[in-house]
C-alpha cells in the first residue's frame, strides 16, 4: 500500500511540475518577445510601451520564482499549480491588452485587468503568507491578531501597495519616453480604485471559505 501510494504522489508531482513549467514557457515566451520588440529586432506595434511590459513581466515571474522556491524549501512540494496559471493568466492578459491595442478598443479592458490582476496578487500573497511567512512574526502580534486574519491585512494592504507603485512606474515613463500611459486625468484613481476592488473581492471571498470551511489556509 505504501508503494502504490508513494506513486501516486510521484505521479501527481510529476503532473503538477509539468503544468508548472509550462507556466514557466509561457512566461518566458512572453518575455523573450516583448524584449525582441524592445531592442528593434521585431517591429510589432504596442498601444503603450514594450519597456512597460517588460519590466512588469520579469518582476512578476521573479517574484513568483523566489516564492515558489521558498515555499518548496519550507513546504517539501510544489507551490500549487493553480497559482502559476492565474498569475500567467494575468499577465496574458496585460499583454494582450497592450499588443492588440484592447486598452483602447475595449473601454472595460482597462477596469477588468487592473481588478482581476489585484484578486490574483492578493490571493497568491495570502496563500504565501498563510503558509509560512507569517511565521516570522512575534506570537504576541499573532496571538493578538489571528493568523488569518493578519494573513488577509498583510496581502491586501501589500497587493493595493503595488498597485500604487505600478501607478508611478507608469507617471515615470511618460515622464522619461513622452508616452501616455497614465491616460486621461480620472484613469489613475480609476486604476487604484479597482485594484481595492479586487483586492477586497479576494478578502471577501477568502473570509466565506473560513467560515464555511473553517481552514486558515488554502492549500496545505
Sequence with gaps: MNIFHNNENEKREKE??????????FFAGIIIFEILNFLKILEFNTQFTWLGLVITSIMMLGLLEVT????????????????????????GLDAAGDFFHLYGKIYWWDQAVHFFVSAVITFTLFVVISSFWIDKFKYSL?????????????????TVSLGAFYEIEEYLEDVIFHT???????????????????AATTV???????????KRKVFD
Design 180 to 198: 501616455n500611459r497614465l491616460g486621461p486625468g480620472a484613469d489613475t484613481a480609476n486604476d487604484l480604485f479597482l485594484n481595492v476592488s479586487g
Design 68 to 91: 515558489a522556491y521558498k515555499y518548496k524549501k519550507k513546504k517539501g512540494h510544489y507551490l500549487h499549480w493553480s497559482i502559476w496559471i492565474i498569475v500567467a493568466l494575468s499577465i
Design 142 to 158: 499573532l496571538f493578538k491578531t489571528g493568523r488569518f486574519e493578519l494573513s488577509l491585512f498583510l496581502a491586501a494592504t501589500s
Design 16 to 25: 503538477r511540475l509539468a503544468v508548472i513549467n509550462f507556466s514557466r514557457a
Design 204 to 214: 471577501i471571498l477568502l473570509i466565506i471559505y473560513y467560515l464555511i470551511t473553517h
